[in-house]
């Protein structure tokens, strides 16, 4: 069961265009993370937001986690080349003990950003 | 520190071999990730450990499928007998205890069933 849904799922645009990326869900989570893949490497954090309606700013890069938290966006304002990668959203519940850590992955968004 | 270090980077062998995937996690590390990735499918969680121990192994596709971890610095992911159905790139991942705690991915192992 998907329970993160990303749009889009493809994304290609010209250097210096502004983009959304967005990650729903039908579920409460208690936190949601960014992540960013290039080709051959595993995932890196961007970021994660843990309160609802809060907005993170990272250079170019904004982060909103939905007031309700179950929803997410990621803007790039000005995109340039380097932006280009897979970009995953990832959400947790929390239950306390080992339930901590374990992340539900939505499908990715594929962002090619063109010079 | 030294990242999450996954072996082999790539594999390919045929049906029905045995294929073992190695992964080191990040010193002082608790939770350990196994992880699937396909164009079709995502990132699919298969199985997690937490102080050596399964937590969760219900990502698992079948009995094909086993893991372990012997100790705090030490995994492996064993598919026997190998299907071609099961090629895919396999991330491994660690991070600590505590909410909101990042998950430091491997580089991965792209695995090929021919």
């Known amino acids: 069961t998907q329970l993160l849904e990303q749009s889009p799922q493809f994304l290609s645009i010209q250097e210096g265009e502004n983009l959304t990326v967005y990650c729903n869900s039908s579920s409460v989570f208690s936190s949601l993370q960014w992540y960013r893949q290039e080709p051959g490497e595993g995932p890196v954090l961007l970021v994660t937001?843990?309160?609802?309606?809060e907005v993170k700013k990272l250079k170019r890069l904004t982060f909103q986690f939905g007031d309700a938290r179950k929803d997410s966006s990621l803007h790039i304002t000005a995109a340039q080349p380097g932006d280009t990668g897979l970009y995953l959203c990832?959400?947790?519940?929390?239950?306390?003990?080992?339930?901590?850590?374990?992340?539900?992955f939505g499908q990715g968004t594929i962002l090619t950003v063109h010079p | 520190d030294a990242g999450v270090i996954q072996s082999p980077r790539h594999e390919v062998t045929e049906m029905g071999q045995e294929v073992t995937l190695r992964c080191k996690p990040i010193s002082g590390h608790d939770y350990l990730f196994w992880y699937r990735q396909t164009m079709m499918r995502g990132l699919e969680l298969l199985i997690y450990?937490?102080?050596?121990?399964?937590?969760?192994d219900s990502g698992m596709p079948e009995d094909r499928f086993s893991a372990k971890m012997p100790n705090a610095s030490f995994s492996t992911l064993k598919i026997q007998p190998s299907e071609p159905r099961d090629s895919a790139v396999y991330f491994c991942?660690?991070?600590?205890?505590?909410?909101?705690?990042?998950?430091?991915f491997g580089d991965g192992t792209r695995l090929s069933i021919l």
């Open positions: 937001v843990v309160t609802g309606g």
């Open positions: 450990f937490n102080n050596n121990v399964p937590i969760d």
């Open positions: 991942a660690s991070s600590r205890t505590g909410a909101y705690q990042p998950q430091h």
């Open positions: 990832a959400g947790a519940r929390y239950a306390g003990g080992t339930s901590y850590g374990k992340l539900t």
